[in-house]
């Protein structure tokens, strides 16, 4: 079969960590902690716990195409529901990356079928920042940073749900923007300031 290297990939990979520790399945599965959730694009370059060094059992995973939060998509709501309210993450990262097909997508007049609600809410992301992204005549840039306000625009998604609003009360969870370079490999932490964004307009999306 022409999968078959995937079996045997997969027989060395159990292989090798039961010799470095004859319980490491069984610890697995017993259950899962992670303490960070990642929303990531399904894009096959990005991958989510070998770009970061994790092991299995230490992040939740969750990817689709541009990395997005729809507010009304039951799957990605789905997945946050469960991952802060019981699974209890500490840290929910939204990460986006350079070079997405998504984005590019969205910022091309074309009829996508049926990607075309999907890649709106990256039109819609455009909108919201057109002054800035209007202003940035190298195509390029303009790509890039229509990129990172998409990852800004996701995470404010996660701060709108009432399931990210009660843990902020109740404990300690922050949530986070980032970005992978493929170019060059390098993970970038886009350090938004939520607090400043949303300052004049919270009120309006709280529900806690
Ligand atoms: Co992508």
């Not at 991952?83 to 990262?93: E, F, N, P, R």
Request: glycine share 6%; net charge neutral; proline share 2%.
């Amino acid at each position: 079969m022409e999968l078959n290297h995937i079996f045997t990939n997969n027989q060395r990979w159990s292989e090798k960590k039961n010799r470095a520790d004859k319980d490491y399945f069984l610890k697995l599965s017993k259950g899962q902690h992670p303490k960070i959730l990642y929303i990531g694009c399904s894009d096959s370059r990005v991958t989510a716990e070998e770009m970061m060094g994790m092991e299995p059992g230490e992040v939740f995973v969750h990817r689709n195409i541009a990395n997005m939060v729809p507010n009304t998509d039951l799957n990605v709501m789905s997945v946050i529901n469960y991952a802060v309210s019981y699974l209890k993450v500490q840290h929910v990262v939204v990460c986006g990356h350079y070079c997405c097909g998504g984005v590019k997508a969205a910022m091309e007049p074309a009829d996508m079928g049926l990607l075309n609600p999907w890649l709106r809410n990256i039109r819609d992301v455009y909108r919201i920042h057109q002054d800035e992204l209007n202003g940035i005549t190298d195509e390029e840039l303009r790509y890039k940073r229509l990129i990172e306000l998409n990852v800004q625009e996701q995470c404010v998604n996660i701060i709108k749900t009432a399931v990210i609003q009660r843990a902020f009360k109740e404990r300690s969870v922050r949530v986070y923007g980032w970005v992978f370079d493929i170019r060059s490999g390098r993970l970038i932490d886009l350090k938004i300031d939520f607090d400043r964004i949303l300052n004049q307009i919270m009120e309006i999306y709280r529900i806690t």
